[in-house]
């Protein structure tokens, strides 16, 4: 199937799949919103706040998160999840990717769950696993790991265990989907792509996989939350009483 320009085909997989366009019926993204090239080298368009800095206070604020660190992991996380959704879904559906170029993706930094991403060009990549790779770790997770290190001192260990945990999640995701949908097709691509990705050296030994179901090796922090507690994934079944940072990397 080739990728149709509003890429269609993801809407019946909700929100974390679908992926705005310039053929969108809703129209373009904004002009004023921040590409992700521009967030994560932290300049703003115009006299618009750094998008990253005010994403990282939007996420603190919604959660009352006590530390930066935990709603930068937080932000970071919710982010993967949506590229890699978008990413995988696209591969798995269209034997395809639109080219996900961070030069070409506008990201709405205060807008609530799922992220709001707006792609101005559609242009088709091969839907292979290095493709994936190249398009969302290297293109995105590793440019966003930088500047999250940099201003946020965030352990690599805990950005990569949470971009593995958000592939593992948009994976799960994207097979229930195709189960209960009769497309035996598209699980099974799905899980090869996922196999693919998770013996990536950045994803390697991020946890443990069993079909879809996954175990991660590190904590993203959320227990930090106030009434959080730990995810479905995380290394802990209670949350832990030792320092935070004992436990990040």
Known sequence: MDLDPDLAA???????????????????????????????????????????????????ARLRAPEPRVSASIAQQGLAARLWSVALACAALYGRLPGLDPRHLRWDPVATAPDDLWLTEVRPLPGDAAALADTVLHGHL??????????????????????????????????????????????????????????????RGTGTRTATAFRRRSCCLYYRVPGGGVCGDCCFSLPPRSSPRAVSG
């Open 10 to 60: 993801l809407r019946p997989l909700g929100g974390f799949f679908v992926l705005r366009t310039h053929a969108d019926s809703t129209g373009p993204a904004p002009a004023g919103l921040a590409t992700l090239a521009e967030t994560y080298a932290g300049r703003a368009p115009g006299a618009r706040r750094d998008a990253l800095a005010l994403r990282v206070e939007t996420v603190a």
């Open 142 to 203: 590793e440019p966003l790991g930088e500047a999250l290190r940099a201003r946020y001192g965030i352990a690599a260990g805990l950005l990569r265990g949470n971009a593995g945990s958000a592939l593992a999640g948009a994976a799960r995701e994207l097979d229930r989907w195709a189960r209960a949908h009769g497309r035996t097709d598209v699980a099974e691509r799905a899980r090869a792509l996922t196999g693919e990705l998770f013996a990536h050296p950045l994803l």
